[in-house]
């Protein structure tokens, strides 16, 4: 039989057999008229997140050999869902500041579209690894630690890392008890290696006997009108035509791990030793042998 429906629908269901039709129709309508579950209004970052009058952030210092003046790295961080369960902190807005001006250009450039990047919001950590990829044709540096910063452009970015994972944007994988014990191991053995070494070169240089004649000075003599005059060469163990800190200057500075440590190509750090034919980095535990 054909029906035809001159009112709206508002919901159906399907009336198995032997059920009342009037007690299906009340439990439909029960069910569209129930009321919606309240909903948490999360805001996210994007554009149209306006600026407060006051951000918190933090200022850090980068002192660099490529620059005579510091830099200041300034970055500010808004607030999402301040009071609630889903607070949020996240980048807005960064500044550099320095003294130097020479490269004022390219450092207002790099600072605003890192703050159009951070203020269009999503996953904004790729910035981190772009920035540290970048390498200056000069030659990079190392930093307090042993870490090697291929650029200014790095460094800013390590700055950038840095403050992310203060404010749980990036969290740094941490080591195993597995890993830490194996590192402190291998560092320890490495470590007695070397004082042994050190202990038996010098028992042997103390035992060694008669001591070899000096090669500082060497003398030689030139007839100059029938009259000979000595001259003396320079010595070797003195620097011609340079001075000491010219040869110094690449060296890194005073790190926390052992001597004749390499660099780690994963985490840029002075810190692989070869123990056993397997090179180990003590820094982050990274290994080629697995």
């Known amino acids: 039989m054909t029906l035809k429906i001159s009112k709206k629908i508002k919901g159906y269901a399907v009336v198995k057999p032997g059920e009342d039709n009037n007690q299906k129709a009340a439990s439909t309508e029960a069910r569209t008229e129930a009321p919606a579950a309240p909903r948490a209004e999360v805001i996210q970052m994007h554009e149209s997140v306006e600026r407060p009058d006051v951000l918190i952030g933090s200022t850090y210092k980068i002192k660099s050999p490529l620059f005579e003046h510091a830099l200041y790295v300034t970055i500010n961080d808004i607030v999402l869902n301040a009071g609630t369960a889903h607070e949020l902190r996240r ?32 996953d904004v950590t790729f910035l981190v ?33 840095e403050h992310m994972k203060m404010i749980g944007l990036i969290h740094d994988p941490e080591l195993s008890d597995h890993q830490k014990q194996l590192i402190a191991e291998k560092r320890a053995a490495y470590e007695a290696g070397l004082k042994k070494n050190s202990d038996v070169a010098a028992g042997a240089s103390s ?41 110094l200057a690449g060296l890194p500075e005073k790190s926390d791990y052992p001597p004749g440590a390499t660099m780690c190509a994963k985490c840029s750090t002075q810190a692989v030793i070869l123990m056993d034919g397997c090179a180990t980095c003590l820094s982050c535990g990274y290994s080629k042998c697995g």
């Open 91 to 122: 980048p807005f807005e960064i500044f550099i500041n320095s003294k130097n001006m020479d490269h004022f250009q390219w450092i207002v450039a790099l600072t605003r579209i890192m703050s159009a990047v951070f203020r269009k919001g999503g």
């Open 129 to 161: 690894e772009e920035m540290k990829a970048v390498f200056d044709p000069r030659g990079g540096y190392f930093k307090a630690g042993g870490i090697y910063m291929p650029s200014i452009v790095a460094e800013i970015g390590a700055v950038v890392e």
């Open 207 to 247: 035992t060694g006997g008669a001591q070899a004649p000096s090669k500082t000075r060497k003398t030689s003599r030139i007839t100059v009108g029938g009259a000979e005059a000595p001259t003396e060469s320079p010595s070797r163990s003195q620097p011609v035509g340079g001075s000491l800190s010219n040869d």
